[in-house]
T-cell receptor, first 113, second 113 residues
């Protein structure tokens, strides 16, 4: 069975600091995608970043970047220069050939002023 | 704004009742996905439709059903409602049924009393 594990239920950092959220996954497939989604207090689910498993280069979107370690099945999210608006639940998700997104339990990130 | 719309935003109903949640995908998207998010939990995949046909099924109860219409909008029908069905129901859409990222609607909050 495919699984996604987020081992940090909650994290908090000061504004402008850098924070890294962890995600590990398990799949037997060679072709898959990984995603980070953000869910702010509004509960809207927002795509943050995606990574194709066949790409070795780590994805980057402005202040958000990932550290994709395929052999270790690790997919961490780094947020640089954190802002108050980054306060949210962050979900890691794995998408495989069955077209389903398998979700982690989420990490609650609090950015303190 | 993801371009995915869901109605209604909020729904309060009694146990044993039946409700219908509606979703309109982004323009051009052929796939629609339904998810359930219970309080403080991750998302559970319910079902996916692609161009009117059921593509994948997740943890969807027999009391729940869905369909996608020729204009690509989708409806999720929940019947014989129980207190435990209270949750946030998300619809997401993607261009196709493959590895494309999913864009989420704002969700429908269902409260069963």
């Amino acid at each position: 069975a495919q699984t996604v594990t987020q081992s940090q239920p909650e994290m908090s950092v000061q504004e402008a600091e850098t924070v890294t959220l962890s995600c590990t996954y398990d799949t037997s497939e060679s072709n898959y995608y990984l995603f980070w989604y953000k869910q702010p207090p509004s509960r809207q689910m927002i795509l943050v970043i995606r990574q194709e498993a066949y790409k070795q280069q780590n994805a980057t979107e402005n202040r958000f970047s990932v550290n994709f370690q395929k052999a270790a099945k690790s997919f961490s999210l780094k947020i640089s220069d954190s802002q108050l608006g980054d306060t949210a639940m962050y979900f890691c998700a794995l998408r495989d050939s069955n077209y389903q997104l398998i979700w982690g339990a989420g990490t609650k990130l609090i950015i303190k002023p | 704004d993801s371009g995915v719309t869901q109605t209604p935003k909020h729904l309060i109903t009694a146990t044993g009742q039946r409700v219908t949640l509606r979703c309109s995908p982004r323009s051009g998207d052929l796939s629609v996905y339904w998810y359930q998010q219970s309080l403080d939990q991750g998302l559970q995949f319910l079902i996916q439709y692609y161009n009117g046909e059921e593509r994948a099924k997740g943890n969807i109860l027999e009391r729940f059903s869905a369909q996608q219409f020729p204009d690509l909008h989708s409806e999720l029908n929940l019947s014989s409602l129980e207190l435990g069905d209270s949750a946030l129901y998300f619809c997401a859409s993607s261009v196709a049924g493959g590895f494309h990222e999913q864009y989420f609607g704002p969700g429908t909050r269902l409260t069963v009393t």
